[in-house]
């Protein structure tokens, strides 16, 4: 199982009981006055740290004092159950949002379907060309310069993902260090100019680890811990490749969570676990209890991912909500980070989907985004773009 790293000592331990005693006392009460969010949603995400509590939806009092004789603290007041496995402990849900195929090709929608502006609070666009990285600013698609710009202005965040499956072979810098620190460096720049973070999807098939830690020194000599954010994918399950056991305590941190720097600096801030094509959440969670059993993985700087929509298994059209809530409360339990999925796929000419993991009747809504975000707290209010 995950060992969790941190306090080590009594008097360390008593300063945390105490403070998570305090926080307690200082929860508010509170309930929803908009209809797409409930009572559960609102107390959990309204006190979050840090908060999330949009005054169109929710409304907050303090929670009465509890007086001087013992006893039970007096609850929430009361309202629709939560259900299982909601948890102000995520910090992030959203999808791949693959759009491009390096410079050569863009696919998005003209404008997010409204889903896309409430359901999740992190993007990640895909896909740029690893190939095309080292000539620097060019090597952006400009569909994502642009669909940036529109999340971020929905308070999103944002990640350009580099790679992808149909990439696997257009890595060659990676095999080098010099080169591998000059890419980092150019990724560096990329970030501080479109204020993204930055991941790696590396599917090839030979060890990269010498080349990502070259990478991330050059990043990290441009933007520190802190500033930029830097990601990478991992299989779904730790056989998925032989070098990922050898990369990962190389390149993530074993100890700390997403925000927190981390020894000299010179690491990423957390991994996304992809999902396997055609793979329910029972599967899943097979292959995520393989990376904990490793303990190379620090679950609280992973994202672990569900498929958005692929006939029959997808979580877009809401069919699949026990499930979600089955993933949701392993995740919780073992202190993850937050939850993606792959991938939403805009039409193209000619073709209702540009990828076979998308349910094109999910396009007009996606209610099972809206009941994920709900579960695990991270939903956002509607912003009109």
């Not at 209809?35 to 939806?57: E, G, K, Q, R, Y």
């Not at 969570?257 to 801030?269: A, N, R, S």
Request: aromatic share 10%; net charge negative; charged share 15%.
């Amino acid at each position: 199982s995950f060992q969790f790293v941190g306090w080590s000592n009594l008097p360390d331990i008593m300063r945390v009981v105490t403070f998570l005693a305090a926080a307690a006392a200082a929860q508010e009460s509170c309930h929803a006055i908009d209809a797409s969010v409930s009572d559960a949603w609102c107390n959990a995400n309204c006190n979050h740290s840090p908060p999330n509590c949009p005054a169109s939806l929710c409304s907050c009092s303090p929670a009465p004092s509890p007086g001087p004789s013992p006893g039970p603290s007096p609850g929430p007041s009361p309202g629709p159950s939560p259900g299982p496995s909601p948890s102000a402990g995520f910090k992030v849900t959203g999808p791949w949002y693959y759009i491009a195929d390096g410079t050569t090709t863009n696919h998005s929608f003209a404008s997010p379907p409204a889903w896309m502006q409430h359901t999740q609070n992190i993007v990640s666009l895909a896909f740029m060309d690893p190939q095309e990285l080292p000539s620097g600013d060019s090597s952006v698609p400009e569909v994502f310069k642009a669909t940036a710009k529109t999340f971020q202005g929905m308070g999103q965040e944002v990640f350009f993902s580099i790679g992808g499956y149909a990439y696997s072979g257009r890595w060659g810098w990676l095999q080098d260090a010099s080169k591998s620190e000059a890419a980092g460096k150019v990724a560096a720049a990329m970030s501080k100019k479109y204020n993204v973070g930055i991941e790696i999807d590396y599917e090839g098939g030979s060890d990269p680890t010498t080349g990502l830690v070259a990478f991330v020194k050059g990043f990290r000599s441009v933007c520190p811990m802190g500033t930029c954010k830097l990601t990478m994918d991992l299989y779904g399950g730790p056989g998925g490749a032989g070098w990922q056991k050898t990369t990962v305590p190389q390149v993530i941190p074993s100890s700390g969570t997403v925000g927190e720097k981390f020894g000299d600096g010179k690491w990423m801030d957390y991994a996304n676990v992809m999902v396997i094509d055609g793979q329910p959440v029972t599967t899943a969670i097979t292959y995520w209890q393989q990376w904990v059993d490793t303990k190379v993985l620090n679950l609280n700087r992973a994202a672990f991912s569900l498929d958005a929509g692929f006939p029959g298994i997808g979580i877009c059209d809401g069919s699949k909500n026990d499930g979600v809530d089955t993933a949701l409360s392993w995740l919780s339990s073992h202190g993850a980070y937050g939850v993606m999925y792959w991938a939403v796929c805009p039409p193209a000419p000619g073709s209702p989907s540009t990828c076979g993991d998308w349910t094109p009747s999910c396009n007009d809504d996606a209610p099972g985004f809206q009941h994920l975000c709900t579960k695990a707290g991270t939903c956002k209010s509607l912003v009109l773009v």
